[in-house]
Nanobody, 122 residues
């Protein structure tokens, strides 16, 4: 499985950003996807997760009301839209894919992409 994340960059606080992740290698519609972030010196955090049919989503408390995870099964792509960005959102954001039980752990995935850097300046 290959996961190619894109869309990161340098943003101003209060701005919006949409990350994209294109997946290949196994049937997209049979997998959950998640966005996980890791900031220097901090633990990995599951930002959002979406199940295989898009009917179940999870958001970290830190992102509730500011993020939307979605998927387009026709394009094999998962998105993370983030609004009202804060400097504490600065991190490397990883796209992950898995078929394990739906949990809120950032580790319950089978495959990981390389990540895209998001930097939010105040």
């Amino acid at each position: 499985v290959q996961l190619q994340a894109s869309g990161g960059g340098l943003m101003q606080a209060g701005g919006s950003l949409t990350l994209s992740c294109v997946a290949s290698g196994r049937t997209f519609g049979n997998s959950d996807f998640g966005w996980i972030r890791q900031a220097p010196g901090k633990e990995r955090e599951l930002v959002a997760r979406i199940n295989k049919n898009g009917g179940i989503t999870y958001y970290a408390l830190s992102m509730k009301g500011r993020a939307t995870i979605s998927r387009d099964n026709a394009k094999n792509t998962v998105y993370l839209q983030m609004n009202s960005l804060k400097p504490e959102d600065t991190a490397v954001y990883y796209c992950a894919e898995g078929r394990k039980r739906f949990t809120t752990s950032p580790y319950d995935f089978d495959y990981w992409g390389k990540g895209t850097q998001v930097t939010v300046s105040s």
